[in-house]
């Protein structure tokens, strides 16, 4: 059974950087693609960026391009580096795992999901 653990959240300044990362045992991320998602506070899950199984990205989100930068390594780990962040990128910040394939298809593709981990942005 894959399982997920997002680790790295935690309160920072606008304007402050983060990583997160999503470790994953269980099976390997290696021919999978990876996502990462947020929720805030009354509003619907936001897809914001997708690793393939070989390494290109794809954006969900126009309001986290130029800032945030997904990648992977071989320790079965996925990051999300979050700069220049604002107030509004507070939310629960979740990975997720498309099993059906290496690409990355639409937010609504994933099967495995993480508990997520909380981001909180202010002064």
């Known amino acids: 059974q894959l399982q997920l653990v997002e680790s790295g959240g935690g309160l920072v300044q606008p304007g402050g950087s983060l990583r997160l990362s999503c470790a994953a045992s269980?099976?390997?991320?290696?021919?999978?693609?990876i996502g990462w998602f947020r929720q805030a506070p009354g509003k619907e899950r936001e897809g914001l960026l997708c690793?393939?199984?070989?390494?290109?990205?794809t954006n969900y989100a126009d309001s986290v391009k130029g800032r945030f930068t997904i990648s992977r390594d071989n320790t079965n780990t996925v990051y999300l580096q979050m700069n220049s962040l604002k107030p509004e990128d507070t939310a629960v910040y979740y990975c997720?795992?498309?099993?059906?394939?290496?690409?990355?298809?639409?937010?609504?593709?994933?099967?495995?999901w993480g508990q997520g981990t909380q981001v909180t942005v202010s002064s």
């Open positions: 269980g099976r390997t991320l290696d021919y999978y693609a």
């Open positions: 997720a795992v498309d099993v059906d394939g290496g690409g990355c298809s639409g937010p609504g593709a994933y099967d495995y």
């Open positions: 690793i393939s199984s070989r390494g290109s990205s």
